[in-house]
């Protein structure tokens, strides 16, 4: 999916799974923002490393 049509259905409540996790834990951290305006690349890649890791281990709580 391209950045442009991720963006629009993020805002349309129209994400699931993984994708939807992803820009759920960059509202967390903070760079929604940031993500929405200039798209991921936009991160550095200690924050994308970041996001990666924290839905590998929310995935992991949620497999207990």
Known sequence: MGKDK???AYLN???S????LK?????EMGVLD????DGWKS???K???RIGGLITR???QQKK
Not at 17 to 20: E, K, S
Not at 23 to 27: D, S, V
């Open 34 to 37: 940031r993500v929405l305006s």
């Open 13 to 15: 409540h129209e994400l």
């Open 23 to 27: 820009y759920e834990i960059a509202r």
């Open 58 to 60: 929310k995935k992991r």
């Open 17 to 20: 799974g993984d994708d939807l």
């Open 47 to 49: 924050e994308t490393g």
């Open 6 to 8: 991720e963006i629009k």
């Open 43 to 45: 991160l550095s890649a």
